[in-house]
């Protein structure tokens, strides 16, 4: 799976210590969940139980590797979500901030669009994000996604942003 600039696979344990980092790093969380880091060791309980059994029917979240140096700078993919107790697909994506401001971020999200679309034949796709991100709010609306609804997933405030087959 790949585009011009980038290139997706699975995690593997060997890329355990990139994971670690986008936790430890508090500008790369402030809007995932609580906004709070994790340490190693919690990193490493969500990579273990989480993100490694997660990749399922194609889903999953997968590492993004820069295709001309092949180092890894984020990952994204198509996540199973339960928003307002009703079964979703989520496109989720992070970067490393070093990385920010390249259109990485569109790029991943716009080819797992279209990969839940005509791989996963999925008709319908949302992104949660957080009022204050702005940058995810672009990347969404790139992505011909319209803001439907506030709700709240996991006890915290959020915007769905969402983008049928039929729009």
């Not at 997968?62 to 198509?78: C, D, M, R, S």
Request: proline share 2%; net charge neutral; with cysteine.
């Amino acid at each position: 799976m790949e585009t011009e600039r980038l290139q997706f696979r699975c995690y593997t344990h060997d890329d355990f210590p990139f994971f670690a980092s986008l936790w430890a790093d508090s500008e790369v969380v402030q809007f995932i969940g609580k906004g709070v880091t994790r340490s190693t060791e919690e990193a490493q309980k969500s990579f273990q139980e989480w993100l490694l059994p997660g990749y399922r029917e194609g889903r999953g979240l997968y590492l993004i590797l820069h295709k001309e140096t092949g180092q890894p700078i984020g990952h994204a993919g198509v996540i199973q979500q339960a928003v307002d107790g009703k079964k979703e697909f989520e496109i989720g994506y992070w970067l490393a901030k070093e990385h920010w401001g390249n259109g990485y971020a569109t790029e991943a999200a716009v080819f797992f669009k279209q990969y839940a679309s005509q791989q996963l034949g999925l008709k319908r796709i949302i992104c949660l994000i957080q009022q204050q991100n702005k940058r995810s709010i672009s990347v969404a609306l790139k992505l011909g996604m319209v803001h439907e609804k506030n709700t709240t997933f996991n006890t915290i405030p959020v915007n769905v942003y969402a983008w049928t087959s039929d729009q």
